[in-house]
């Protein structure tokens, strides 16, 4: 099923207790941006379409990103497809990366019962060395 929903991203991701197989990031200027929120919503083997303005000898900005994004938040994924799909002004194009997260972990927080992920983890310095982890595969 497909529902959209309407808003600033920032607003809603937090509040919706969800997790997506599939996340479209359509917002060539500054998509990057949002992968923090993405990751957010991920579960098991989402697929990520992440598109970006790029210079055509430049492709591989697109890929570094992701690579970049994906350690900081301790995310292994693969690249399935980059694309080239359509032409924003001489030289510059529409350019997607398509990628999937392959393996990810959480933390479980014995406090409130649920499972964090590490980029949450470190950023509120709640990391315990009793907490137990789990590590989820494709």
């Known amino acids: ?31 990057e941006n949002y992968l923090d929120l993405a990751f957010k919503a991920i579960k098991k083997c989402t697929t ?26 301790k995310i292994s994924y693969k690249v ?4 080239k799909c359509g032409q924003y002004s001489p030289g ?7 990628f999937e997260i392959n393996k990810m972990w959480f933390i479980f927080n014995t406090e409130n ?3 964090t992920s590490p980029a ?5 310095g709640l990391l315990l060395k009793s907490e137990k982890e789990n590590t989820q595969n494709c």
């Open 48 to 73: 990520i379409h992440l598109y970006q303005f790029l210079h055509e000898n430049e492709f591989e900005i697109a890929i570094r990103r992701v690579k970049d994004r994906c350690k900081l938040n």
């Open 80 to 83: 399935l497809n980059t694309v």
């Open 92 to 98: 510059f194009y529409r350019v997607c990366v398509d």
């Open 1 to 31: 099923n497909v529902e959209l929903i309407l808003g600033d991203v920032r607003k809603i991701i937090p509040k919706l207790k969800m997790r997506f197989d599939r996340i479209i990031m359509p917002l060539p200027k500054d998509a």
């Open 120 to 124: 949450e983890v470190f950023k509120a």
């Open 113 to 115: 019962k649920h499972w």
